[in-house]
């Protein structure tokens, strides 16, 4: 059995684990009560403005325009940009092994993919494993803004203007219900649609809203796909900081329940070990006590 000093260091290195796990829980709980009213004002704007696109594609009927396409499977031929949204530290669980390995099975799929890391995690996993990493987006994910939102949209819009990607995907993770969350991979360029969702019925009233279009829907759509791709950027990068917080709450929960239990078991033990101590002080007195009595009376 461990000696009682022993034992009593172990406490104390145990109660300062707690206090710094604690604090750390109480620090992302903050910012994700922070993050999430960011994330639920600025989310359904982005989404209007995705149906808005897709209303202005069917009206203007434009064609051949590299942001859009009614099927959009066949530009998956060739090299893929992929933004991966990871954490800049640790801490936070499986948060960013289950992004990174669900970057990595997307990656496998592709030709020539482009990896556009966000976050130091999953830089240094790219990096080190070999992938072509885009080296631009350095402590982005860390309470992201709408100008760095746009920055990184106009730097993959670059890439993708220049033809070195042909598509562009977002791999993050999303918050759900709760402090729950998912990794999930979104398709943003090219931009799909459906042709025909506006087409009237047999029966029905047309009700294809009429719009004008200036200079000419072509530009009006590209100044459209941009300020879209900012947006959704942005709201990548908030559902990721949400998860992110979130991860980081469940795993200082749980490493403050494993303190609480191992505190339990050390205090059990040190009180054992300092019960046995004190017998066999006792037992020591007492014998030390017969001896001396034994002492007197031979000498008597």
Do not use: W
Not at 177 to 195: C, D, K, M
Not at 220 to 243: E, K, P, Q
């Amino acid at each position: 059995m461990p000696g009682i000093k022993e034992i009593k260091n172990r406490i104390e290195g145990v109660e300062d684990t707690y206090k710094l796990t604690n604090a750390m829980y109480l620090i992302s709980s903050t910012k994700l009560r922070k993050a999430r009213e960011v994330a639920a004002l600025s989310r359904p704007f982005f989404d209007k403005l995705k149906n808005e696109i897709k209303t202005v594609l069917e009206i203007s009927g434009v064609k051949g325009s590299r942001y859009y396409s009614a099927d959009p499977a066949v530009h998956d031929e060739g090299p893929a940009g992929i933004l991966v949204i990871t954490s800049d530290k640790g801490l936070c669980g499986a948060y960013n092994r289950d992004i990174i390995k669900k970057a990595v099975a997307l990656a496998e799929r592709k030709k020539d993919p482009v990896i556009f890391a966000c976050g130091d995690y999953g830089k240094r996993f790219f990096q080190r494993n070999g992938f072509n990493v885009f080296e631009e987006f350095d402590h982005v994910c860390k309470e992201p803004t709408h100008e760095e939102a746009r920055l990184m949209s106009e730097e993959m819009l670059t890439e993708y203007d220049n033809g070195k990607i042909k598509s562009l995907y977002a791999v993050y993770s999303d918050l759900t219900a709760g402090r729950s969350y998912e990794p999930v991979t979104t398709r943003l360029l090219p931009f799909g649609y459906v042709e025909g969702m506006h087409a009237k019925e047999k029966g029905e009233e047309d009700e294809t809203p009429q719009m004008e279009f200036y200079p000419g829907p072509k530009e009006v759509l590209d100044s459209l796909i941009r300020t879209y791709m900012a947006g959704y950027v942005y709201s990548v990068l908030t559902s990721g900081y949400c998860s992110e917080q979130s991860a980081r709450m469940n795993s200082m929960s749980s490493s403050n329940k494993n303190a609480e239990e191992l505190l339990e078991e050390l205090c059990t033990e040190y009180h054992k070990a300092r019960q046995a101590e004190i017998t066999q002080e006792i037992t020591e007195v007492c014998a030390g006590a017969n001896a001396q009595k034994k002492k007197r009376v031979r000498e008597a």
